[in-house]
Nanobody, 126 residues
């Protein structure tokens, strides 16, 4: 299984970016997928998740609710993270990950995930 994240870049505050995570070696639609981020000097934190075994339910960190949207294109085996109204505090390396099927670990926890992409850098300037 390989996950390839892309779409990062540099934007000004208030701008938008869309991250993509392409999966190979597995069928995304049967798992859950999540996005995490890690800013310099900080721990990796949960951003959003979409869970197939709960009817495609979505989950968001409070800090991104109303600004970020996670979605999935099963035909392309790709998960997206649409990020709008970006803020400087959103600056981080963003990672996509595949959740273990039917995991009982909360999807907000990194240990709920078994495969991770390489990360893509998002920089938001004020």
């Amino acid at each position: 299984v390989q996950l390839q994240a892309s779409g990062g870049g540099s934007v000004q505050a208030g701008g938008s970016l869309r991250l993509s995570c392409l999966a190979s070696g597995c069928t995304f639609s049967t798992y859950g997928e999540g996005w995490f981020r890690q800013a310099p000097g900080k721990e990796r934190e949960f951003v959003a998740a979409i869970i197939s075994w709960s009817g495609g339910s979505t989950h968001y960190a409070d800090s991104v609710k109303g600004r970020f949207t996670i979605s999935r294109d099963n035909a392309k085996n790709t998960v997206y993270l649409q990020m709008d109204n970006l803020k400087p505090e959103d600056t981080a390396v963003y990672y996509c990950a595949r959740a273990r099927a039917y995991t009982e670990v909360p999807v907000t926890q990194p240990r709920a995930y078994d495969y991770w992409g390489q990360g893509t850098l998002v920089t938001v300037s004020s």
